[in-house]
């Protein structure tokens, strides 16, 4: 599948989404921005990257992330 097209249907997917998939989809998004750099700012690996996507899953999976509300009312503070 071509990138347009994915994106076309991930538009899509998350127009029709509840807030528990858009939880998981901003977690993934926001981890696979923040964290595809070392500290030292080298790239990481694909084992190195997929480590982190798996932790944040479990995260995800035990309830440890923000809610769209609550990052609403820590936005207003900035």
């Known amino acids: 599948m071509d990138v347009p097209t994915i994106k076309e249907e ?3 997917l998350i ?10 989809l901003y977690a993934l998004a926001k981890e696979y921005i923040r964290e ?3 500290l030292e700012g080298k790239p990481m690996t694909e084992e190195e990257l997929g480590a ?9 999976q035990s309830g440890r992330f923000t809610s769209q509300e609550a990052l609403e009312k820590e936005v207003k503070k900035w």
């Open 52 to 60: 982190r996507v798996f932790a944040a899953k479990k995260s995800l």
């Open 36 to 38: 595809d750099f070392t």
């Open 15 to 24: 127009e029709e989404s509840d807030e528990r998939l858009l939880n998981m």
């Open 10 to 12: 991930l538009f899509q």
